[in-house]
């Protein structure tokens, strides 16, 4: 990206208010996240006026907190985490899948890499924002995974049920760390 932009996101919308959100209903909070994303899409459209418009779902699942679906043509979220990290989705979430979806039509749909020099640029110049590749939020309620593995090296490992079936249908998982094959131990509840 040759093209350098003073703007910010931040300071384009304003910081969001951390106890207005916190007092938003689930429409309200979704639909503060479709004029977040707007103005984030208004402030790439200015480095790039053919950029077409996203459609925004609130159908994401597990641990992703957003996805830009490019075949699908817009920014899917994940509704269960949106309500645990309202700020976070405000002011890191939204422009982190508007800047995949800038790149994506920067780059007229070539393989650029998906948190490559072209997005980090992105992130950077235009967001000023720090390219940071993965969250770090709590996923327990968005991605259950009661079921518990062990390996050699007693590393606890948590499958979902989706998983869980595959390993009883005979799919063979290993620990990273120790290459050992993991094996069902118990169900726990976590919380």
Do not use: K
Request: net charge positive; aromatic share 8%.
């Amino acid at each position: 990206m040759t093209h350098s932009h003073s703007s910010s996101l931040a300071p384009a919308l304003g910081v969001s208010d951390i106890a207005a959100l916190e007092a938003m209903s689930d429409a309200g909070l979704e639909a503060h996240l479709v004029q977040r994303a707007e103005a984030a899409w208004r402030l790439a459209q200015s480095l790039h006026p053919a950029l077409p418009h996203p459609a925004i779902w609130f159908d994401l699942r597990g641990r992703s907190a957003g996805q830009a679906h490019l075949q699908r043509g817009g920014l899917r979220f994940n509704r269960t985490l949106l309500r645990e990290n309202r700020q976070a989705f405000m002011d890191e979430i939204v422009p982190h899948e508007m800047a995949h979806w800038l790149v994506f039509h920067l780059e007229n749909g070539t393989r650029a890499r998906p948190h490559g020099r072209e997005w980090q640029a992105v992130m950077r110049q235009l967001y000023g924002l720090a390219p940071v590749v993965t969250h770090r939020f709590d996923v327990s309620r968005a991605s259950p995974m009661p079921y518990r593995y062990r390996c050699r090296c007693e590393t606890p490992h948590y499958f979902t049920a989706r998983r869980h079936a595959q390993a009883r249908r005979g799919s063979h998982y290993r620990c990273r760390r120790c290459r050992g094959r993991l094996i069902f131990e118990r169900l726990e509840a976590r919380a």
